[in-house]
């Protein structure tokens, strides 16, 4: 899970906080859906953890300007999904599968949905309180997510919908419904918070990782 980064570096030889703040909070919405969301669905925990390209400053360090050259400037969860690169189209198997198996898979399919458009959400709400608008879904569309880094969380969640549900005309009604989900969760001030001191911590820390325990700890704390 990352964001996307829709820069010509060869135009732009600095990178100011405000971006740097947008992947901190993309990656930070990513990271406490997979343990927030997830456990508040009773759903099993899953391994993650948050990569930095990180050597000797943090990523909001004293400057007002970051040298792109320095790398200090990307944080992309690694893994975090319930299902994992699937080795078979479920479509297609599921005859194989008993009612309770495929109720399973389902909550699955929609938790990590779920978790993917948690990201862009959370670097909009960022954006819009930063601006002094208000977050509201009435505002958002599943297509202005690529505004806010989601382009490879959308191309990943059209995979998942291509491989869950054969009939192409349900895709938009269960991706509005989980978008709709997702919004939830980011706008519940509990979640949110735990979303603002994951992307803090991010931006200060000075490591190549963020191990999954340091997350949950934060995230929980």
Known sequence: MKRNHPINYHTHSLFDKDLLLKTAFHEAGHAAAIHLNNQQKNLPPVYFQI???SNSSSILSNSNQIDPRDKHYIAQVI???LIQNLPFNIIESSMFYSNSEK?????AFEADIV???AGPLAEAKYLALKSGQRFDLQNIEINTLHQYGGSSDLENIQEYLDDFIADK???SENITRLLREAFEFINTAIYWQAIERLAYFIGNSTENEISCET???ILDG
């Open 51 to 53: 990569n930095l390209r």
């Open 103 to 107: 109720d399973s898979i389902k909550s």
């Open 169 to 171: 005309s349900r895709h």
């Open 79 to 81: 893994e975090g999904r």
């Open 215 to 217: 997350v949950i700890d």
């Open 115 to 117: 978790n993917l458009l």
